[in-house]
Each structure stands twice: as structure tokens, then as C-alpha cells.
């Protein structure tokens, strides 16, 4: 498995620019993989790793959020390619945010990603095969009314690629408060289009 995310990154790394779409708020360059015809390998290793976390993670959640399971019953989940282009200055290159799914994988071949933690801004750990989770704000209407979605950013100046795994509740999976995940979606990106961050 490692290997294989290892060789996505070589991938990703030979993509032109061309490959991706330019963010219009943003300095990256990104691309939405959502078939198996796109980085076949890295999408399978994707799906042993939802499968692995729904096994494992979800498993020793559902004590407390029993709904955990359920929700998450379909391969629902997304995967993004970024490219941050160097620059000459150190800067802000992905705007705080939160993402909108149960949770996040980041992984990354360079340094970059901060969390927010007690109103500061600190390093957040991630690699081309150890990756960072992040709580997406959608935990906190599926399980814990309690949780904290992670906000974090990316910063730098150096060229630094990324693959993301957003891991989303069931499209039709209805909420406490009755509105289902793809109902939220479309309510908080207010276009009627899934567009996930990292």
C-alpha cells in the first residue's frame, strides 16, 4: 500500500498544469478524481482505506456514535489532486476552511498544512503515506453535536502536492436535523455543487 501511494505521487508529480483546474481564490492548481480510470493504483489503495477505516475506526466509534456505521454503508468518497506551485515568498496558499464530509485524509510530499489550534496556527504532520486526519463538519450533525470541524490551511513557498480523501455520510443519509448529506452539501457550498477543499 505504501508503495502505491509513493507511486502516485511520482504520478502526480509528472502532471502538467494542464492536468488541473486553477482555484479562484487560491494559489493551487487542483483536479477532482472521482472514477477508477484516474491513478487506478491510488484509487484502490483509497478504497482498502475507507474499507480498513469503516472496519477499524468506525468500529470503535459506533460505542458512541452508533449511527456511524450506517451512514457510511456506501463507497461514498472523494478524492482531490493538488499542486501548489512555488512562490516566492512564504504565503498563505489554501484559505482556512473546514471541510464538509465525516473526515479528511491528507497526504502530502512536502510540508505545509496547518491546523488551528486555541487560536494559533501549527504544523499539522502529513507525508506521501501517513496522513493527516482532519474532522469535517459534518460529524458534528451525524454524531457528536459536540465536535470541533478541523480548520486548517496550507502555507509556504515551496512546490507541494497533495491527494485528499474526503469521507462523506451516504448521499441520502438523513441527519438529525432531516437534511441529508447531499442536501448539506449543496446548502453549504450554496452552488448545488460538491466542491471539497484540503
Known amino acids: 500500500m505504501e508503495d502505491t501511494l509513493r ?6 508529480r509528472a502532471l502538467s498544469d494542464n492536468t488541473f483546474l486553477s482555484h479562484p481564490n487560491d494559489c493551487k492548481l487542483h483536479a477532482m478524481i472521482d472514477t477508477e480510470d484516474d491513478l ?3 484509487w484502490c489503495v483509497f478504497s482498502a482505506l475507507f474499507a480498513a ?9 459506533s460505542k458512541d456514535y ?3 456505521i450506517a451512514a457510511h454503508d456506501q463507497q461514498n468518497f472523494k478524492m482531490r489532486l493538488l499542486r501548489y506551485p512555488a512562490t516566492q515568498s512564504t504565503m498563505v496558499r489554501g484559505k482556512e476552511h473546514t471541510d464538509y464530509g465525516t473526515f479528511s485524509l491528507i497526504f502530502a510530499d512536502a510540508a505545509g498544512l496547518e491546523v488551528e489550534k486555541g487560536g494559533e496556527w501549527v504544523e499539522a504532520s502529513a507525508d506521501e503515506t501517513n496522513p493527516a486526519v482532519v474532522v ?9 453535536p459536540s465536535a470541533t470541524p478541523t480548520n486548517h490551511r496550507v502555507s509556504g513557498n515551496s512546490l507541494r502536492h497533495s491527494i485528499v480523501l474526503f469521507i462523506e455520510a451516504n448521499d441520502d443519509f438523513a441527519f438529525r436535523d432531516g437534511q441529508t448529506m447531499k442536501e448539506y452539501i449543496k446548502r453549504r457550498s450554496g452552488t448545488g455543487v460538491t466542491v471539497e477543499e484540503e
Do not use: H, I, Q, W
Request: aromatic share 6%.
Open 53 to 61: 477505516l469503516k472496519r477499524e475506526g468506525f468500529a470503535r466509534l
Open 66 to 68: 452508533p449511527d456511524l
Open 136 to 144: 469535517g463538519s459534518s460529524m458534528k450533525l451525524l454524531a457528536d
Open 7 to 12: 507511486d502516485a505521487f511520482v504520478e502526480l
Open 40 to 42: 487506478t493504483g491510488c
